[in-house]
């Protein structure tokens, strides 16, 4: 199944885009589903459709969902929510905080990752539409993961290896004891969601099954998030193959007072081309009406693709990879743009078989592979828009 992850600054027409190439994909047969993961779901007025929870049949070989955290919190979490809430009344911890207490940040964004694999391995649909979040919330989900695979574990090791083999062979166990200790209802919940999300961010790393798609406007702001927003996907080995400049005006029509406007568009259309390229770029009109409904949406997909298939790789670039230099060391190489333009700052640790970047508030953990185990990090540095980190053997470090 093909993977497609549509992501922007909010407000930029993302959803709009996303939808265009997901009815392109189904009237050129292939089964799709589009996906809105963005809890201010506005998939469901693009389509001109009423949305639910679940996939629903919208055209001929088009699903679409609107993913609901309520929805997946009642029925894949509610034992575990029970549960915790009430330990927290046994602790004293009563009323609204007690029943929130079983639902940890991040929970709706891993639902959202859990049904890409899910789809995925069902073989039911030939592409899947990531309709995302604004990208901020876009890169949180990515990053989520890794750093909540380790509270799962924490959950699930704390009580299943360490509370219940002390507790349960007591011969006496009083009712209050006996509450603390999870029902095994509550721990398969707990591993129905880690194991749902276990290997997404290698999925989504694929870049011959998955790639990323940035919708942006020609406007400053705009163009500074979308230069972050590439930086971190590629710190995550996530490829984006495709810019999306939407809501462009027409250069050979009379604006009227928005002619002016249409000069700095043009320079900052020059800036994006200059800034992402060789990433293959389209540019989208300011339609006459708003872009609702199939016959706006064919439109666009005009706009969007020509004659192309949406479906098709249009950039592939290993974002991460590592190689033997010349000198006989291994270097490890990751493409960082814009690092120095949008001000973020870089530290980079080693732990054994792991190499720890964190750029701004997100971080990345890289295992090096089997070959670099006994290595240690010599130096890092820039080469271009390339990070590199030089690896040797312990006796060639220098000190």
Avoid at 295 to 304: H, I, Q, S
Wanted: contains cysteine; proline residues 5%; hydrophobic residues 40%.
């Amino acid at each position: 199944m093909r993977i497609l992850v549509f992501t922007g600054k909010g407000g930029v027409g993302k959803t709009s885009v996303a939808a265009c190439t997901a009815l392109r994909a189904a009237e050129m047969g292939y089964r799709t589903l589009i996906m809105s993961t963005d809890p201010a779901h506005s998939l469901g007025d693009s389509l001109d459709r009423e949305l639910s929870p679940s996939p629903v049949t919208v055209a001929p070989n088009l699903d679409a969902q609107e993913v609901s955290v309520f929805s997946d919190l009642n029925n894949n979490w509610e034992v575990v929510r029970a549960h915790f809430a009430e330990l927290m009344r046994d602790k004293g911890v009563e009323g609204v905080y007690a029943e929130e207490i079983g639902i940890l940040p991040g929970m709706e964004e891993l639902f959202s990752l859990s049904y890409i694999k899910q789809y995925n391995e069902s073989g039911k649909y030939d592409l899947l539409v990531v309709d995302c979040a604004p990208t901020g919330e876009t890169l949180r989900l990515l990053s989520l993961p890794e750093t909540f695979g380790w509270v799962m574990k924490l959950i699930r090791n704390v009580e299943k290896y360490a509370v219940k083999p002390i507790i349960r062979p007591l011969s006496k166990i009083s009712a209050k004891t006996e509450k603390m200790v999870a029902s095994p209802e509550v721990f398969n919940a707990i591993d129905n969601l880690f194991t749902a999300t276990e290997g997404i961010i290698d999925l989504l790393g694929d870049n011959t099954k998955t790639t990323v798609r940035l919708v942006m406007n020609p406007e400053k702001m705009v163009i500074k998030e979308s230069m972050r927003a590439l930086t971190y996907l590629n710190l995550y080995g996530i490829t984006v193959d495709r810019i999306v400049i939407n809501r462009v005006l027409a250069e050979d029509k009379d604006s009227g007072y928005l002619n002016e406007w249409k000069k700095v568009q043009q320079k900052y259309i020059e800036e994006i081309h200059h800034a992402f390229a060789p990433i293959p770029i389209s540019k989208v009109p300011y339609f006459s009406s708003e872009v609702v409904g199939m016959d706006m949406l064919r439109l666009m997909a005009n706009e969007v693709y020509g004659t192309q298939n949406p479906l098709d790789i249009f950039f592939k670039e290993n974002p991460i990879e590592i190689r033997k230099v010349p000198e006989g060391h291994f270097q490890m190489r990751v493409k960082l743009p814009f690092l120095h333009d949008v001000n973020m700052s870089i530290a980079l640790e080693q732990h054994g078989d792991d190499m720890t970047i964190r750029i701004g508030d997100n971080q990345k953990t890289i295992t090096l592979p089997v070959f670099l185990a006994g290595m240690k990090s010599d130096e890092a540095y820039f080469e271009g828009q390339w990070l590199c980190v030089d690896f040797k053997t312990p006796e060639r470090v220098t000190v």
